[in-house]
Antibody, heavy 115, light 107 residues
Framework: EVQLVESGGGLVKPGSSLKLSCVASGFTFSSYGMHWIRQAPKKGLEWIALIYYDSSNKYYADSVKGRFTISRDNSKNTLYLEMNSLRSEDTAMYYC????????WGQGVMVTVSS | DIQMTQSPSSMSASLGDRVTITCRASQDIGNYLSWFQQKPGKSPRRMIYGATNLAAGVPSRFSGSRSGSDYSLTISSLESEDMAIYYCLQSIQYPYTFGAGTKLELK
């Protein structure tokens, strides 16, 4: 059974940093690209980043480019999202999703940026 | 960036109704279009991929179609468990972009 479990969220102040993790199981993690998607409270879905299976390519939404970094450790079956210079508008539920069509999603982790 | 214009933003329908939700792409996206269902407090669930392909485990009353730059999700006979928000997603060009969502409610 494919499982994606996010962690690392919480309440942080504007300008601070946070690193999210997504631990994968039930499939060959090292063979698939992975995405991060977020959803602000009561708002729609926003794709924010993709990393190829071998970390050879990374893509970002303009809203997070230069502040967020997607990475992965295939030996640990883990995807990361390092978030710097956090703003109030980054407050959202953050989901990881398996590539090949977003066929599996994690349960999400909440990040709240507030003073 | 490719804009996905989704309509309607909300709708109410009765059990057994045929329901259609549409997304229009601002540029050619071929068949790189997926539909997702999201229920309150839950993660999105993929329903359709490649514009017309039913995802695993999705009931056959759901279908996807394309007419030019318009993509549609149709529920042939609405059931109570279908009440949710539906989103389209284009995945041909970065940044990937979602439609704004359609909230489907019971009349």
């Amino acid at each position: 059974e494919v499982q994606l479990v996010e962690s690392g969220g919480g309440l942080v102040k504007p300008g601070s940093s946070l690193k999210l993790s997504c631990v994968a199981s039930g499939f060959t993690f090292s063979s698939y690209g992975m995405h991060w998607i977020r959803q602000a409270p009561k708002k729609g879905l926003e794709w924010i980043a993709l990393i190829y299976y071998d970390s050879s390519n990374k893509y970002y939404a303009d809203s997070v480019k230069g502040r967020f970094t997607i990475s992965r450790d295939n030996s640990k079956n883990t995807l990361y999202l390092e978030m710097n210079s956090l703003r109030s508008e980054d407050t959202a539920m953050y989901y990881c999703a398996k590539s090949t069509g977003f066929d599996y999603w994690g349960q999400g982790v909440m990040v709240t940026v507030s003073s | 960036d490719i804009q996905m214009t989704q309509s309607p933003s909300s709708m109410s329908a009765s059990l057994g109704d045929r329901v259609t939700i549409t997304c229009r792409a601002s540029q050619d996206i071929g068949n790189y279009l997926s539909w997702f269902q999201q229920k309150p407090g839950k993660s999105p669930r993929r329903m359709i991929y490649g514009a017309t392909n039913l995802a695993a485990g999705v009931p056959s009353r759901f279908s996807g179609s394309r007419s030019g730059s318009d993509y549609s999700l149709t529920i042939s006979s609405l059931e109570s468990e279908d009440m949710a928000i539906y989103y389209c997603l284009q995945s041909i060009q970065y940044p990937y972009t979602f439609g704004a969502g359609t909230k489907l409610e019971l009349k």
